[in-house]
């Protein structure tokens, strides 16, 4: 991957892999793809997983290996290449590929985006072409700026001086634009007391080459896609199943009765719960009888009907943010406070935890064992405080139960109950 070139069958198949895996596919099923493989492979920020794409990750590398020719003369394998090969220019146009090895195979494919993607550092003028060499910074050349009816003739940029060491300004005036003289303005005329030109990396500040770069120029973003809520589903501190699924509401992609009728796996998109309304994303969170009944139950009445009635996005965002607030000047959900034995949340866990439940528990997580303990002493009417409930619970609180509204972790309620059963009276 790093150092040969891959044919594209050879990625696709690496891809297919990585797909069946993501969407749990086994060789007796195929797993349901939530969301397209092009979507998956954009950024995080711009509402994918940042997935690869693995033929232009490999073009990436090759890249960071031709600018390495270019730039690190005093290495070994640099010389071996270029005395192999015949490399007898700084730059070349094009790299001969006759009986060559896959490096050089794949070099030579990626070498037209490499070299467009070079760009002059001006010292002594000598090396750097005037009419065809990048050295502005410009998208195009200067000569296919000015669209000469016959190609220019070859030139350094040492040779636009004049002999007092600064630009020849009535020579250029007469060949090039107004806006191309103030960007060769910009840049001090070359000294031959300098060292030679160098090249160096156009699309970073600093110059430098990095495989990050590349691999965006390969993959241009899309920057009317980034939003910022998608980074804050990606920073907060809750399990990754947890952002995952948060991820998946804000790309409605869950598979909800609406999603499987369209996808022809089902008759009807109408909701089996409440038999009410089609279930959409927005219906199973929160429109649905079951969630909506929790909600209300732990909603202050105040935020409550815009709680209700707010987008799928911006509800999500209402429960994300650092204030948590539903409406202006409302100082938000009782749940971002420390949690305390007369709050909501706390309450409702206490009457969820009163029904009469025949459950099995098969496993519990570790973590989940502290707050089952302190759930079945404060079921046993011990009195406990904000501080010695352990950070588990009202981080569980705070994030997990806005999004799975009935049950925030159905094995943490099964297991106090349990302790609770197991408890001397």
């Not at 794949?106 to 005037?130: D, M």
């Not at 960007?183 to 030679?196: C, D, Q, R, T, V």
């Not at 406990?384 to 609180?397: G, S, T």
């Not at 509204?405 to 297991?415: A, D, K, M, R, T």
Request: hydrophobic share 40%; net charge positive; proline share 6%.
């Amino acid at each position: 991957m790093q150092s040969s070139w891959l044919p594209k069958g050879v990625c696709a198949e690496m891809e297919k892999l990585v797909r069946r895996f993501v969407w749990g596919s086994e060789q007796a099923s195929h797993g349901i793809h939530l969301i397209s493989w092009d979507s998956i492979q954009t950024d995080m920020s711009e509402g994918g997983l940042g997935f690869k794409d693995l033929s232009k990750q490999n073009s990436a590398f090759l890249m960071k290996i031709g600018f390495q020719l270019i730039t690190d003369e005093n290495k070994l394998w640099v010389h071996v290449l270029k005395h192999k090969y015949k490399w007898r220019v700084m730059l070349p146009e094009a790299l001969t590929t006759g009986s060559c090895s896959r490096l050089w195979k794949g070099l030579s494919t990626v070498w037209p985006l490499l070299r467009n993607s070079l760009c002059w550092n001006i010292r002594n003028g000598q090396f750097a072409e005037f009419w065809h060499d990048n050295w502005l910074n410009l998208e195009n050349s200067i000569a296919h700026i000015c669209e000469f009816a016959t190609p220019p003739n070859p030139a350094p940029v040492a040779s636009f001086v004049t002999d007092s060491g600064q630009w020849d300004w009535v020579r250029l005036a007469s060949l090039v634009p107004q806006y191309v003289l103030k960007k060769i303005a910009a840049l001090p005329p070359p000294n031959p007391s300098l060292e030679m030109d160098s090249l160096s990396w156009r699309w970073e500040e600093n110059q430098r080459f990095s495989t990050r770069s590349a691999y965006r120029v390969l993959c241009p973003r899309v920057l009317e896609n980034a939003h910022s809520f998608w980074r804050l589903i990606w920073a907060l501190q809750v399990p990754q199943r947890i952002r995952v699924f948060m991820w998946l509401v804000m790309r409605e992609a869950l598979l909800t009765n609406v999603e499987r009728t369209r996808r022809h796996m089902a008759h009807s998109g109408l909701c089996r719960v409440c038999n009410r309304e089609d279930e959409d994303v927005l219906h199973a969170l929160r429109g649905c009888s079951r969630p909506r009944f929790v909600w209300l139950s732990m909603l202050p009445s105040s935020v409550s009907s815009l709680f209700m009635s707010l987008p799928l996005k911006e509800w999500v965002l209402a429960n994300i943010t650092a204030n948590g607030s539903c409406s202006r000047g409302d100082p938000g959900w009782p749940i971002n406070s420390p949690i305390l034995i007369d709050n909501a949340p706390v309450i409702a866990i206490r009457n969820l935890l009163s029904y009469n439940w025949e459950v099995e528990v098969r496993h519990i997580g570790r973590a989940a064992n502290g707050v089952a303990d302190s759930l079945a002493r404060m079921m046993r009417g011990a009195q406990l405080e904000a501080k010695c409930l352990p950070n588990h619970l009202w981080r569980l609180q705070r994030h997990c139960c806005m999004i799975q509204p009935v049950y925030p972790s159905l094995s943490l309620f099964c297991i106090t109950k349990k302790k609770i059963a197991d408890m001397v009276p």
